[in-house]
C-alpha cells in the first residue's frame, strides 16, 4: 500500500492508475490499523489491479485529508478511471467494501 501525503501525490496517482482505493486513516486509530491490513490482503487476493494508498490523516496526510473534506476515521474511497465510484465511513465491513469494488472492478478489467 502506498504512502500518500500531499495533493499532488494523488493527483498523480489518480491519473497513472486505471483503478485506486485510498484508507483515509491514523495512527491512534485502532479500527484503521485492524482494516490496513485486511484491506491489503483482500486487493491482493482478489483485486490485483486495484491500486492501494494510505493517507495517515493523523501525521503527514492531515492537510490532504482535510483538502479531501475528510473529518472522521476510518473513510474508504474507491476510484475507477479519476472518477469516484464508492466512498465508506466510520462503520463498513469488509463486505460492504467488496460490494462496493466487485462490479465496476469487473467491468474495467475482465473481458466480455
Not at 490532504?64 to 469516484?84: H, N, R, T
Given at each position: 500500500m502506498l504512502n500518500i501525503e500531499t495533493l499532488e501525490q494523488l493527483k498523480q496517482l489518480l491519473e497513472s492508475?486505471?483503478?485506486?482505493?485510498?484508507?483515509?486513516?491514523?495512527?491512534?486509530?485502532g479500527v484503521c490499523q485492524a482494516l490496513k491490513p485486511r484491506i491489503s490482503a483482500m486487493l491482493a487476493d482478489e483485486y490485483p489491479l486495484l491500486q492501494a494508498a494510505y493517507i495517515d490523516c493523523q501525521g503527514p496526510g492531515q492537510q490532504l485529508s482535510a483538502q479531501m473534506s475528510i473529518f472522521s476515521l476510518p473513510?474508504?474511497?474507491?476510484?475507477?478511471?479519476?472518477e469516484k465510484f464508492a466512498e465508506l465511513q466510520r462503520v463498513f465491513s469488509l463486505a460492504d467494501l467488496r460490494e462496493a469494488i466487485?462490479?465496476?472492478?469487473?467491468?474495467?478489467?475482465?473481458?466480455f
Amino acid at each position: 500500500m502506498l504512502n500518500i501525503e500531499t495533493l499532488e501525490q494523488l493527483k498523480q496517482l489518480l491519473e497513472s492508475q486505471p483503478a485506486v482505493l485510498l484508507l483515509f486513516g491514523g495512527e491512534h486509530c485502532g479500527v484503521c490499523q485492524a482494516l490496513k491490513p485486511r484491506i491489503s490482503a483482500m486487493l491482493a487476493d482478489e483485486y490485483p489491479l486495484l491500486q492501494a494508498a494510505y493517507i495517515d490523516c493523523q501525521g503527514p496526510g492531515q492537510q490532504l485529508s482535510a483538502q479531501m473534506s475528510i473529518f472522521s476515521l476510518p473513510v474508504v474511497q474507491v476510484y475507477f478511471d479519476g472518477e469516484k465510484f464508492a466512498e465508506l465511513q466510520r462503520v463498513f465491513s469488509l463486505a460492504d467494501l467488496r460490494e462496493a469494488i466487485d462490479r465496476p472492478y469487473r467491468l474495467s478489467f475482465e473481458s466480455f
